[in-house]
């Protein structure tokens, strides 16, 4: 009878071990040395070299208090220098105000923000559009003084190296593809026009220079083409009402770079809004991963995950999500920000493949998430030269108000210092969580 027990165990041990294997044999796989993989259970998985890796990053591009971009006057972070000491300001010579008090103590280092990243358990940077100076760009970020400060120079390949291989943070590289107006050419009055030639053939230089300029980059994690180009009309681009022709630049795009670039997946950014969805689906369907901007509230993203998968079977990250530190009822409100973002983070997390089971209700499709943003911007509503609450409407707030300018996972505190960092609570939950 024992026997019989032993080997009947042996038995159940045995198939739960083929199906689990079954359900994770891989069907399909999509990239090189970064890739997707799906298995025959139907879920997503991002590999780096083999191993499983999901995004725990943040939007990063720290903005000095009084620059702004309507005003020409923004710089590309990666450029910051102010001292001329050779070291970058944002990388390495940021301080951290432990007690508040705005300034900054002999008891407080410097810490630099790579290393905040690194300690919160950051993996991930994401780059919204990537400088170059490539000669096959010509003089498309020369049209204005704007673009040529922020992206006419090459991208600081020497930094961006430091963070990989010295902090194990990788970049998504990112480019707008004519929001905005970068890159394309478009006047800021009409926008970009996606059934125009010479505007689709500038985004085309654009996004091959980016590529050339760090396809063999080992900071690299993949190309994120546009920003939520599909809903927003606001930043001068005409995809919202041109789907088809902008989805069909997205199916060049992407094999322009499967062409250019093999070792690396190609990923597009959408607003949380399936619209354009329909149409990668006739005519961009070797797109590798779908990214949604999505802010749906503090329990997470409901239907995203399936309603997307339905249309369009890719792995997804998102590519934006969190609140704001602020209520207009009682001011700073970190709190507020921590729910919200906390939730969020756990429904990625359990959409994810780790957390798939056959009888759950989760997909299994999430590659992870990317928080906006890691540090307030002050030119976002208002002077640049101060911290404005924001009075603009927006009902995903529980207030109703959009509060732009509060978005940090650190602050700059009372604006004294460009360079003084601290801590929302929100930063130690994902220490917790990430590490």
Same mark, same amino acid.
């Given at each position: 009878m ?11 041990f045995?198939?739960? !071990? @083929?199906s ?9 796989e ?15 998985? @991002?590999?780096? !070299? ?9 939007v ?15 710089? #590309?972070?990666?450029?910051y220098?102010?001292?001329g /000491? *050779?070291? !970058?300001d ?5 301080w ?7 300034k ?9 923000d ?5 300690e919160?358990?950051c993996?991930?940077i994401?780059l ?9 760009l010509g003089?498309i970020? +020369?049209? #204005?003084s ?6 006419d ?12 291989k ?16 970068? *890159?394309s050419?478009a006047s800021?009055? +009409?926008?970009?026009d ?5 505007? &689709? ?8 220079? $980016?590529?050339? /300029?760090?396809?063999?980059?080992p ?7 546009g920003n ?7 930043s =001068? &681009?005409?995809?919202?009402s041109q ?8 199916g060049?795009?992407? /094999? $322009? ?26 005519y ?7 990214a ?20 369009? #079977? +890719? ?7 969190g ?5 207009s009822k009682?001011?700073? #409100? ?6 919200y973002?906390k939730? &969020?983070?756990? /429904?990625? %997390?359990?959409?994810s ?6 009888d759950n209700n989760?997909a ?9 943003d890691? %540090?307030?911007?002050w030119?976002?509503? *208002?002077?640049p ?11 995903a707030?529980?207030d =109703? ?12 505190? !009372? *604006?004294?210092?460009? @360079? $003084? ?8 939950y994902?220490k917790d969580?990430?590490?």
């Amino acid at each position: 009878m024992k026997n019989f027990k032993i080997v009947f165990l042996v038995i159940i041990f045995s198939f739960l !071990n @083929l199906s689990y294997s079954s359900a994770n044999k891989i069907l399909q796989e999509r990239g090189g040395k970064v890739k997707v993989v799906q298995c025959h259970n139907g879920t997503w998985q @991002l590999l780096v !070299n083999e191993k499983p890796y999901l995004i725990k990053g943040t939007v990063f591009g720290p903005v000095k208090i009084g620059e702004d971009p309507s005003e020409a006057t923004m710089h #590309d972070w990666m450029q910051y220098d102010d001292n001329g /000491d *050779g070291v !970058n300001d944002i990388a390495y010579q940021t301080w951290l105000d432990t007690n508040k008090n705005n300034k900054n103590d002999p008891t407080e280092r410097i810490y630099g923000d790579f290393k905040l990243l690194k300690e919160m358990g950051c993996n991930t940077i994401r780059l919204y559009h990537v400088p170059s100076d490539n000669p096959i760009l010509g003089d498309i970020y +020369k049209k #204005d003084s704007s673009t040529a400060l922020q992206f006419d120079h090459a991208v600081n390949k020497e930094l961006l190296n430091q963070l990989y291989k010295d902090y194990g943070i990788m970049v998504i590289m990112g480019n707008f593809l004519g929001s905005w107006t970068i *890159g394309s050419g478009a006047s800021w009055e +009409k926008g970009t026009d996606y059934t125009n030639p010479k505007h &689709c053939a500038n985004i085309k230089k654009s996004v091959k220079a $980016m590529v050339l /300029d760090n396809k063999d980059e080992p900071y690299v994690l993949m190309w994120l083409l546009g920003n939520e180009n599909n809903i927003a009309n606001w930043s =001068h &681009c005409n995809a919202k009402s041109q789907p088809e022709a902008y989805a069909k630049l997205i199916g060049e795009l992407t /094999d $322009m770079i499967h062409k250019l670039d093999p070792e690396h997946p190609v990923a597009v950014c959408d607003g949380d809004n399936f619209n354009t969805l329909r149409q990668y689906a006739k005519y961009s369907k070797e797109i590798d991963i779908i990214a949604y901007n999505s802010y749906r509230g503090k329990y997470g993203f409901g239907s995203l995950w399936k309603g997307s998968k339905s249309i369009l #079977d +890719k792995p997804i990250f998102i590519s934006e999500f969190g609140l704001f530190a602020y209520n207009s009822k009682v001011g700073e #409100d970190e709190d507020l920000q921590l729910e919200y973002n906390k939730k &969020c983070w756990q /429904d990625i %997390v359990l959409n994810s493949k780790e957390q798939y089971r056959s009888d759950n209700n989760y997909a299994g499709n999430c590659i992870g998430g990317v928080v906006f943003d890691w %540090v307030d911007r002050w030119y976002m509503d *208002g002077t640049p030269y101060e911290h404005n609450p924001g009075t603009q409407y927006w009902s995903a707030s529980p207030d =109703h108000l959009q509060h732009e300018e509060w978005f940090g996972i650190v602050s700059m505190g !009372n *604006g004294s210092d460009t @360079l $003084m960092r601290q801590k929302r609570k929100i930063y130690d939950y994902f220490k917790d969580a990430w590490n």
